[in-house]
C-alpha cells in the first residue's frame, strides 16, 4: 500500500510538469518554444520534487526559494 502512495505523488509530480509544459507552450506569449516550455516543466517538476522528497523546513525553503529565480 505504501509504494502505491508513493507511486502516485510521483505520478502527480510527473503530470504537473508536463501540465505546465503544455500550458506554456499552448498559451504563453508568441515567443515561448519548446525549450522554454519543456524548461517551465522542468522548473515545475524540481518544486514539486523537493517538496516531496526534502523533509527539513528549512532547507526546503531556501532550495524552493534558489529554484525559484530559474526561467
Known sequence: ???HKCA???AFVLLSGAV???????FGP???DLVASLAVG?????VF?????VSNER???ILID???LLP
Open 20 to 26: 505546465s509544459a503544455t500550458l506554456v507552450y499552448a
Open 49 to 53: 520534487s523537493v517538496a516531496l522528497t
Open 66 to 68: 534558489l529554484l525559484s
Open 30 to 32: 508568441a515567443g515561448s
Open 42 to 46: 522542468g522548473v515545475v517538476f524540481l
Open 1 to 3: 500500500m505504501r509504494s
Open 59 to 61: 532547507v526546503k525553503q
Open 8 to 10: 502516485r505523488r510521483w
